[in-house]
């Protein structure tokens, strides 16, 4: 075993010298970074290798599906395994999704950073992206209804939607920033207001023929 490595599992060895965020994100670059499950959040490394759950995979599509009908030209969504990084919030995790409007674009808000051995080649998001998204899972309860929560305020975040499929009722909500907190709406079903897209949201699911759970994701003016 390499002594200057944690042996957690057979693919994964975490460099004993990460202690900022400057160092996680070095490693982040690396060839032996995995490609999700890793997060960094002020000095502490929190590690998820659970098997993805798989209705939590069809709601994040759903998402994507419903809000790329809606990006404008030049603004971008991204999914699961992307990178984001934010040096106020010390935060680098990768969010189940997010969007970025060409306006925050513009505003140089975020960065698209290259990878330093092929130039050609974008490994991370830096900064403040418009909306993110969470699917809370068996593994990550308090990572994303706490942890995540906090940072993604401190790191700027104008919303943060938050959907929870694990009971008898679906639980999705989109908090909007506030001053000093985010504002959550009352109800945690229904239609949710989206100011970043000038929308209302609405997570819904119906037993399908094979017994599954399919899920469905409307959007309304």
């Known amino acids: 075993m390499n002594q200057n490595s944690i042996y957690i599992q057979e693919e994964l060895r975490i460099p004993m010298d990460i202690d900022c965020l400057e160092k996680f994100r ?34 994040t599509i759903e998402f994507a599906t419903a809000l790329k009908l809606l990006l404008e030209e030049d603004s971008e969504l991204f ?3 992307v990178l984001l990084t934010n040096i106020a919030a010390e935060l680098s995790t990768c969010p189940d999704l997010f969007f970025i409007s060409h306006e925050t674009i513009e505003s140089d808000l975020v960065q698209f950073v290259q990878s330093v051995s092929n130039p050609d080649q974008l490994v991370e998001v830096m900064g403040s992206p418009d909306m993110t998204l969470e699917v809370v899972s068996r593994s990550s ?8 929560r906090s940072r993604y305020f401190q790191a700027g975040v104008k919303e943060y939607w938050i959907a929870d499929i694990r009971g ?20 945690a079903g229904g239609w949710q207001h989206s100011d970043v897209f000038r929308r209302e949201f609405q997570l819904s699911r119906t037993k399908g023929r094979s017994g599954q759970w399919r899920y469905r994701v409307e959007s309304r003016s």
Request: charged share 35%; proline share 6%.
């Open 26 to 59: 070095k490693w982040a670059m690396s060839e032996e970074f995995p490609k999700k499950g890793i997060s960094y959040f002020g000095g502490d490394i929190d590690v998820d290798m659970s098997p993805a759950e798989l209705n939590n995979n069809k709601v």
């Open 79 to 81: 999914v699961e395994t």
């Open 141 to 148: 309860v308090k990572k994303d209804t706490v942890t995540l």
């Open 168 to 187: 008898p009722e679906i639980e999705f909500r989109i908090l909007r920033r506030g001053e000093s907190d985010w504002l959550v709406p009352e109800s």
